[in-house]
């Protein structure tokens, strides 16, 4: 059974700090992704990752950046954390061949920031 | 990426089919058509993916008409559990199986 880890369902930081979110699968999937869900506007794409210290952009990555040092697991960073970052963050996985779009999600994290 | 365009609520009675169609007028030709339900609190979770014509497995089918522009998600004989998010989209394999989500489908099954 495909298992994808988060390291917290609920986090609350202040403005400014340094925030980890923290990210494991245990499939040796390839592909690993970072969104963030805010109420009406869905599923946005922040990085992913497609091999160990790999790393491309997504939709949204202004304020973000990643670390993939190892294939299990992927982390997301917000550098100086912003109220415009309270958001509910999902970690999913996927193997990179083949033509299946089946990404295997996380719990998420749902961080305010005050 | 090809956009995708679904109603955002349907209602819904128990023992009820309900087909959520999705529109992807910009669809390529490699592009997969896979659609994801999402509870409260929770990540989304794969339902089904196809290509064309139809697709079935144990949770709902997808139809896909011969132009691709659109298809329909069929879940049949819906519970009150079927209460869900249900999100369309259409994948690009160029960018490393990367997806976009819409808004979703907001689908609340009545007793």
């Known amino acids: 059974d495909v298992k994808v880890t988060q390291s917290s369902r609920y986090l609350v930081k202040r403005t400014g700090e340094k925030v980890f979110l923290e990210c494991v699968q245990d499939?040796?999937?390839?592909?690993m992704f970072w969104y963030r869900q805010d109420p009406g506007l869905g599923l946005r794409l922040i990085y992913f990752?497609?091999?160990?210290?790999?790393?491309e952009k997504g939709d949204i990555p202004e304020g973000y950046s990643v670390s993939r040092e190892k294939k299990e697991r992927f982390s997301l960073i917000l550098e100086s954390a912003s109220t415009n970052q309270t958001s509910m963050y999902l970690c999913?996985?996927?193997?990179?061949?083949?033509?299946?779009?089946?990404?295997?999600f996380g719990p998420g994290t749902r961080l305010t920031v005050t | 990426l090809a956009k995708t365009t679904q109603p955002i609520s349907m209602d819904s009675y128990e023992g009820q089919e309900v087909n959520i169609t999705c529109s992807h007028n910009n669809i390529a030709t490699n592009d997969y058509i896979t659609w994801y339900q999402q509870f409260p609190s929770q990540g989304p979770r794969f339902i089904i993916q196809g290509y064309k014509t139809k697709v079935t497995n144990e949770v709902a089918s997808l139809f896909i008409p011969a132009d691709r522009k659109s298809s329909t998600l069929s879940l049949p004989r819906v519970s009150l559990s079927d209460t869900a998010v249900y999100y369309c989209l259409v994948g690009d394999r160029a960018a490393g199986n990367k997806l976009t989500f819409g808004g979703g489908t907001r689908v609340l099954v009545k007793p």
């Open positions: 499939m040796d999937h390839e592909n």
């Open positions: 990752s497609y091999d160990v210290k790999m790393k």
């Open positions: 999913a996985s996927t193997r990179r061949q083949g033509v299946s779009y089946e990404q295997y």
